[in-house]
């Protein structure tokens, strides 16, 4: 087939999941053209500061090997076994994310994205345009607009266009303006801010590698996750009220000394000085909107289909596990990878996939970001309540003994492929069942005391009678 006769994808964004996505239509014959807005990271340095550490779990991992990519990105990670909490006092305690050892894997951002840029560019049907802003859709005629580094205009034509251009997603703004797109957005009273814990001087980590650090603190939090350098990324979690409360040196250092006490001789006044007064502070946001496609023209996915919250860890996940999800649709109403329908499809055969696409994945995606909203309060104060702690030792030996019957939140988020929504159905069933125990064990409780009780009197009762006799 000729180079002009193929099926052709424009993908809009080249992060994580833009150039996943590329890989995925690649093997499928398409002709991909990646468009995005920023410089190639490969051949040039990048801002530091800007980006929370990513923690890569099941769903990301399946996506990853679904597309042949996963074997330098999984050699090149740290896997963390559970929550190391840090309090106040100095204590330490470790919670494990599985009761059968499972882990998530601490992962470096800019290693993945090179990683997965070189896997789609090794594709001879691929290209990779750097550079290109998306400025305009014309999502009837398949043709899009970009503009170039120089300010020059290229307007480019593609059968389908997949935008995966995250959070403030152009391709998105497009595809509201063409059809009945129901959307929201939602940011949060909380922002974050990035620091670091560098390796000692003896060149070791300067604390336990193979855990998620926590610093919960009720309204506010801390984590940190290792890195291959033996440094740690660090991100502070907290509501923009405080962070404006801090403006000089002295006001940072008092802060870190009242309530994190035990990070500073990791860190480092010096460094951590530096890091808070250069990095930016970011804002926390939701977005949730439905559908995600426009007829067989375009399909978004990742964060420019359903942002959230980085508390879960999912985001990223989410996003690669889009491509899995869209690749199965495609698979459904195209054919696989050999088949004839594939390399070249209809266009009602495209609009069924997409459709279909939309309708399964929309409730998953809206149930994570509300999983992600909850996770928050979880981490920076559930973490530390007895009540937390007891059923989640419970839910722990319950899944040990009926596996998959009782299944933690936790684990069927991060270490299964359950879908977000089935999972959260499965969690408040699983709670009702959980309190409703609670509830008659406390009744029972209750009865036996007054049963107690009552045996008490009754057996106090010939003794009243022979006093008064007497």
């Known amino acids: 087939m000729a180079e002009s006769d193929k099926f052709s994808v424009a993908i809009v964004g080249g992060g994580l999941v833009g150039s996943l996505a590329a890989v995925y239509c690649a093997k499928r014959g398409w002709k991909v053209d990646v468009y995005e807005a920023r410089r190639d990271p490969r051949l040039e340095s990048v801002d530091s500061g800007r980006s929370i550490n990513l923690a890569l779990s099941v769903r990301g991992i399946s996506a990853l090997k679904k597309a042949g990519v996963d074997e330098k990105i999984l050699s090149n990670m740290i896997p963390m076994k559970g929550r190391l909490i840090h309090s106040m006092d100095g204590k330490l305690s470790s919670q494990p994310y599985g009761i059968f050892g499972e882990c998530i894997n601490s992962v470096d951002r800019m290693m993945m994205n090179k990683h997965l840029l070189d896997s789609a560019e090794a594709y001879p049907n691929v290209k990779l345009h750097f550079h290109h802003e998306l400025n305009q859709c014309d999502f009837d005629n398949q043709k899009a607009t970009f503009t170039k580094k120089d300010g020059s205009s290229v307007t480019v034509k593609a059968d389908i266009m997949i935008g995966a251009d995250g959070v403030y997603s152009r391709t998105r703004q497009q595809l509201m303006r063409k059809s009945r797109i129901n959307f929201s ?30 610093w919960p603190r009720q309204t506010f939090m801390m984590i940190a996750l290792p890195n291959l350098d033996k440094s740690f990324t660090v991100t502070l979690f907290m509501p923009w009220s405080k962070f404006d409360a801090i403006k000089t040196e002295q006001d940072l250092l008092t802060f870190f000394r009242d309530t994190f006490p035990d990070s500073i001789p990791f860190m480092g006044e010096q460094l951590l000085v530096a890091n808070y007064f250069k990095n930016i502070k970011g804002s926390l946001a939701q977005i949730k909107c439905r559908p995600y496609h426009y007829q067989d023209k375009v399909v978004i996915i990742g964060d420019a289909a359903h942002a959230m919250v980085p508390f879960y860890g999912q985001g990223m996940n989410c996003g690669m596990e889009d491509c899995i999800v869209l690749d199965d649709m495609f698979t459904k109403h195209l054919g696989d990878l050999s088949s004839p329908a594939s390399l070249g499809p209809s266009g009602p055969a ?13 409730p998953d995606a809206e149930a994570m970001c509300d999983l992600a909203m909850y996770n928050y309060v979880e981490m920076r104060s559930s973490v530390t309540k007895p009540e937390y702690l007891f059923r989640k030792k419970v839910e722990g030996w319950l899944h040990k003994i009926f596996p ?20 959260l159905r499965r969690w408040n069933r699983q709670t009702a069942w959980f309190d409703g125990a609670r509830t008659i064990g406390q009744l029972l409780a209750g009865a036996s005391i007054s049963v107690a009780v009552l045996a008490l009197i009754v057996g106090r009762i010939p003794k009243i009678e022979i006093m008064l006799k007497k």
């Open 350 to 362: 495209v609009a069924a996939a997409l459709e279909e696409y939309s309708e399964n994945r929309n």
């Open 404 to 423: 998959k019957t009782i299944i933690p939140l936790y684990t069927m988020v991060s270490f299964s492929r359950i879908p977000y929504a089935e999972a």
């Open 185 to 214: 957005q939602q940011y949060i009273d909380h922002a974050w801010v990035e620091l670091a814990i560098p390796p000692t001087a003896e060149g070791e980590y300067a604390m336990d590698a193979h855990h998620l650090h926590i």
